[in-house]
């Protein structure tokens, strides 16, 4: 064995033996673009997003791998999405920070969009919406699955028409789109809902794609279990109410908040340049006079502020099972917050008390005996190179 293999291999031993295990399970994910990168997502992200009359904020977009400047809004958006991951229950809010007024050049008035985008491998149903339509005073809650050739094999429809008047469509009043998946991650109907400014419900209701039509009018039965499919992404929008119309608006501002409850991020770029994307259309039709600026991803929610006088004990006992002698160890730490009026944030319970037990299974080798064993081995290597250089009979 030559120097330099010899000491590359000490060096390996080494690092294999003082790094955490963790550290050697981790692997690089490309970013693809995402803001903020996978590393600095949070589990379940939330991100808000200005809207308005006029043009988005300037931003580098990109078609098809090739960029070009841009500014965000009626049917183009930013993109949210996880680098091809499924995203689960994605759900986006509009919540109106003024009053919101528009209407359709061809009748109606306006929709509030969520566009989603299906993996590769699922060309029947390669694009979904969930829409909810104003038509002045009705709303109306469809859900639209879409194929890879722009062909619509089934649509649902809300099964109760809603009214909310224009006066509701003031600062506070709020509307919300959320993508219902199952247990494997298919998307099966959305739910809406609307609320006014003083948080009384407006509308509640969730459109499964179970009571869906096909496109040649019979009910969808079971067949519609054939056009369920996962999501990869999506794009709001606040556009025309349908066929292709634009909605101009004369008032409107306020945020959209986009989550879902698996990590992601936005990116500037086409949904269809993605190698993992199955639709490669234009994406919905309808359009606007609105703009969309850049998200900000929210920080995490902080528990409301207590002003009552609180004590707190905490008791934590853990357990360590050893493949060699199981023992206990209990640890009691008591510790009693003095009694005051003064604020106390994320705190809101008068006396609390933990217990929690926590059983740990790990090996009887300690630490010091895999170090040990280390520097054997490389004495024994060592050795072995040793005697391999040395001449016959010179022992």
């Known amino acids: 064995m030559r120097r330099p293999a010899l000491l590359l291999l000490v060096v390996a031993l080494l690092v294999m033996t003082?790094?955490?295990?963790?550290?050697?399970?981790?692997?690089?994910?490309?970013?693809?673009?995402?803001?903020?990168?996978?590393?600095?997502?949070?589990l379940m992200p939330e991100f808000s997003q200005v809207f308005g009359v006029g043009s988005g904020a300037p931003a580098q977009c990109s078609n098809h791998g090739v960029p070009f400047a841009c500014s965000f809004g009626s049917n183009r958006n930013y993109f949210f999405n996880a680098n091809g991951t499924n995203l689960i229950n994605a759900t986006t809010t509009m919540s109106l920070s003024g009053p919101l007024d528009g209407v359709g050049v061809g009748g109606g008035n306006w929709s509030y969009q969520m566009n989603m985008y299906s993996p590769a491998a699922f060309t029947v149903a390669s694009y979904m919406q969930c829409v909810l339509t104003n038509n002045g005073p009705e709303v109306n809650a469809q859900d639209y699955w879409v194929a890879a050739n722009d062909f619509v094999p089934i649509r649902a429809s809300s099964q109760t028409l809603t009214s909310i008047p224009q006066s509701e469509y003031v600062s506070g009043f709020s509307m919300r789109i959320e993508a219902v998946t199952n247990s494997t991650g298919y998307v099966v109907g959305c739910q809406y809902n609307a609320n006014a400014a003083n948080g009384a419900s407006l509308m509640n209701e969730y459109v499964p794609l179970s009571k869906g039509v096909l496109n040649s009018g019979a009910p969808a039965g079971e067949a519609w279990q054939n056009y369920s499919a996962p999501t990869v992404g999506f794009e709001i929008h606040l556009i025309g109410p349908y066929n292709a119309e634009t909605a101009n608006f004369s008032r409107a501002s306020g945020t959209l908040t986009n989550t879902a409850s698996t990590p992601m991020g936005w990116t500037a770029t086409d949904p269809d340049t993605f190698s993992w994307v199955s639709y490669k259309g234009s994406g919905t039709v309808e359009?606007?006079?609105?703009?969309?600026?850049?998200?900000?991803?929210?920080?995490?929610?902080?528990?409301?502020?207590?002003?009552?006088?609180?004590?707190?004990?905490?008791?934590?006992?853990?357990?360590?099972?050893?493949?060699?002698?199981?023992?206990?160890?209990?640890?009691?730490?008591?510790?009693?917050?003095?009694?005051?009026?003064?604020?106390?944030?994320?705190?809101?319970?008068?006396?609390?008390?933990?217990?929690?037990?926590?059983?740990l299974t790990s090996s009887s080798v300690p630490i010091w005996a895999y170090v040990t064993m280390s520097i054997l081995l490389i004495a024994g290597i060592a050795t072995g190179y040793v005697v391999k250089r040395r001449p016959a009979g010179k022992w």
Do not use: W
Not at 297 to 320: D, F, G, N, R
Not at 324 to 350: R, Y
């Open 287 to 359: 359009k606007s006079n609105i703009g969309y600026f850049e998200p900000a991803l929210l920080a995490a929610p902080i528990p409301s502020t207590s002003t009552k006088t609180t004590t707190e004990t905490a008791t934590v006992t853990v357990t360590i099972v050893s493949t060699a002698s199981p023992e206990t160890i209990t640890q009691t730490e008591t510790t009693t917050m003095p009694a005051t009026t003064a604020a106390l944030t994320n705190s809101q319970i008068i006396t609390q008390t933990v217990t929690s037990t926590t059983s």
């Open 18 to 42: 003082f790094l955490p295990p963790e550290s050697m399970m981790m692997t690089a994910v490309p970013a693809y673009g995402l803001t903020p990168p996978p590393a600095d997502q949070p």
